[in-house]
């Protein structure tokens, strides 16, 4: 049975950092493309990083990048998701997805980012 449990969310000043782990269990994190989205309060899901399993390639979300970092920890079975110079719309429920193939993909529970002023 596949799993994705998301952690490391919480309440932050601005200009703080934070790191988001997501660790996977029933499948290889390295073997499938892993992404991190978010759902900000009132609005809709965005994009915010993924690395993709061939090439560990990373693309960040445009209002992310230099900011957020993506890795990959193969032993762990986990990706992270540092988070610096955290603003106040970065404010959101954070969510980690597997995807295995183009119709099958996982998603966790969530964890949530505050951040205040």
């Known amino acids: 049975q596949v799993q994705v449990v998301e952690s490391g969310g919480g309440l932050v000043q601005a200009g703080g950092s934070l790191r988001l782990s997501c660790a996977a269990s029933g499948l290889t994190v390295s073997a499938n493309n892993m992404a991190w989205f978010r759902h900000p309060p009132e609005k809709d899901r965005e994009f915010v990083a993924l690395v993709y399993s061939n090439n560990g390639v990373r693309h960040y979300g445009e209002t992310v990048k230099g900011r957020f970092t993506m890795s990959r920890d193969s032993g762990k079975n986990t990706v992270y998701l540092q988070m610096n110079n955290l603003k106040l719309e970065d404010t959101a429920v954070y969510y980690c997805?597997?995807?295995?193939?183009?119709?099958?993909?996982?998603w966790g529970q969530g964890t949530q980012v505050t951040v205040s002023s």
């Open positions: 997805r597997v995807k295995v193939s183009d119709r099958s993909e996982y």
